[in-house]
């Protein structure tokens, strides 16, 4: 009897010391990286240049899953906030529907949303950082390297990031309070909020109501014109095959789908959240590419780009189109080479 439970106390033991050793590797499996992946092709790069679409850059940029389950939090935060298509959430409406969107080839934001302190790796990354933006802000930004441009982008998505999960994790009863906009010297936040000087309706080619915001401010994009300028340039560099069609186009007042269906004047003043009448009514019909179509992206249930066909080529990937982006520019640029192409649904439009 003795033996039996010496021998059980003895398994017991080795079991318990197992565990603390599984759990000792498992932290160190989880925690052994320390610093941000360094990515092997940036828009600074000419092979950046001779990559030939959107997609094949995403994937030059997507970092191995084996890695990133091994990075701390703080090199997991820079990997993400650093990757050169995470500021493709400022192209959205919502940094929701941003953030839900680069998730898709953002390989490191699902997991970094996942960790229990990641709040405290994204402060400490925008404390630390602090003063050499304080810095870089001193600079016009069209006088900017990219490099420099690029810090400032990352730090405004690490803000981003922040206030995103703050707003959509955390509680304000857990957080005691900090449920608020980090104390960045600019908004983070770009986003629109239905706060603009007023709405209404413009109105298809057979009469239905398409619903409109007008004079939209940047205050209403939660956002500043310092800042888009920052982004306007960010995007010149991201997208190769992009062009501004005139100088000084980023406006807060219109967006891709006024542009596309209701007036590509430049002193259009009104904001579509969506283009849904002009398309159902029976007023345009589908049809293939040719110059002057509307083109539309069209993602889970909803048109989340629209554009203008200014040239034909044998493929997608030289069609060019004219389209705003966001409360940014307006540009020229290939079908398949904008932060909307991924897996939207393409189709083309013309009047009926």
Known sequence: ????????????????????????SNEYYKYSIDEAYIYPVTPDMDEWKLLPSVIERREACSVPYSILIKMTDSALVETVITH??????????????????????????????????????????????????????????????????????????????????????ISRDESNGINTEYNVSFPPLPGLSITSTGDGY???????????????????????????????????????????????????????HSYAWYSQSS???????????????????????IVGAKITYYNSGSYIHSGVVTSVGAYT???????????????????DDCPYYSNASVSYWKIN
């Open 1 to 24: 009897m003795k033996r039996i439970v010496s021998f059980i106390f003895t398994l017991a033991f080795l079991l318990f010391s197992f565990n603390l050793e599984s759990d000792a």
């Open 202 to 256: 413009v109105y298809t080619p057979n009469g239905s109501g398409a619903y409109v915001l007008y004079n939209c401010t940047w205050s209403d994009h939660n956002t500043t014109r310092e800042l888009a300028e920052i982004e306007h340039y960010n995007y010149l560099a991201t997208y190769p095959s992009t062009s501004e069609v005139f100088y000084d186009s980023i406006s807060p007042l219109y967006n891709c």
């Open 84 to 169: 050169p298509y995470f500021s493709d959430v400022y192209a959205f409406d919502t940094v929701s529907d941003g953030i839900k969107w680069v998730s898709e080839y953002v390989n490191g934001v699902d997991l970094l949303l996942e960790r229990n302190n990641i709040c405290d790796a994204l402060e400490d990354y925008l404390e630390k950082k602090k003063d050499r933006i304080d810095y870089l802000r001193t600079i016009k930004p069209k006088e900017m390297s990219y490099s420099e441009n690029h810090e400032i982008i990352s730090y405004i998505n690490a803000a981003t990031l922040l206030n995103y999960i703050k707003d959509n994790y």
């Open 317 to 335: 990937y030289t069609t060019h189109m004219t389209s705003k982006w966001g409360c940014l520019g307006l540009y020229n640029h290939l079908v």
């Open 267 to 289: 002193s259009n003043y009104r904001w579509m959240p969506d283009p849904y009448a002009y398309i159902s009514d029976g007023s345009y019909v589908g049809t293939y590419p």
